[in-house]
């Protein structure tokens, strides 16, 4: 099967794809002479007139794979109070940039909205939480399982945990 990994590149899922027997698409994959994205004039990507162009160049290169892909792996964003566990070249091989936010909204959109299986992942800041990850990654290769995927809202973030307002009131009360 045609896997896509968003942010393309991201290093810590790209070698279990290949090791699970399935080929990584890869719209920024230059090194092989293979690859078939050509950047023609008459390729058309639907979008506003108001999109940057930084925007228009990404989904241009990820548009043509989206017909090969048999499913998606989705690695979500840091959150902002992240504390790096490596070096700022490791962490870029190995969890990728996402580029621009809004092509990576942008992406993520697009691909959501497709008839596949899309394992949406959040973005690991611990060891544990790595571990995880790959044993998500392995687990969705073999069956395309999407449900063991992480509960990420819209900004492929974890929920916080909230407070029901019920609980915020008596809180709030026996505080006074």
Do not use: W
């Amino acid at each position: 099967m045609n896997i896509i990994v968003i942010p393309d590149g991201a290093m810590i899922v790209v070698p279990f794809i290949e090791k699970n027997g399935h080929t990584y698409l890869s719209p920024t994959n230059f090194s092989r002479y293979d690859n078939e994205v050509n950047l023609n004039p008459d390729f058309k990507v639907n979008m506003s007139s108001e999109t940057p162009s930084g925007v228009r160049g990404r989904i241009s290169l990820l548009a043509p794979l989206l017909d090969k892909a048999d499913a998606a792996i989705i690695l979500g964003r840091r959150s902002a109070n992240y504390t790096r566990m490596y070096d700022v070249l490791n962490e870029l091989i190995l969890f990728c940039g996402n580029g621009c936010n809004n092509a990576h909204s942008l992406a993520v959109s697009i691909v959501s909205q497709m008839d596949i299986p899309v394992l949406k992942l959040a973005y690991p800041t611990t060891r544990e939480e790595i571990i995880d990850l790959i044993s998500k990654v392995n687990l969705f290769l073999k069956d395309f399982d999407p449900s063991i995927g992480d509960d990420l809202n819209a900004d492929l973030k974890k929920d916080n945990e909230k407070v029901s307002l019920h609980d915020f009131e008596k809180i709030f009360n026996e505080s006074i």
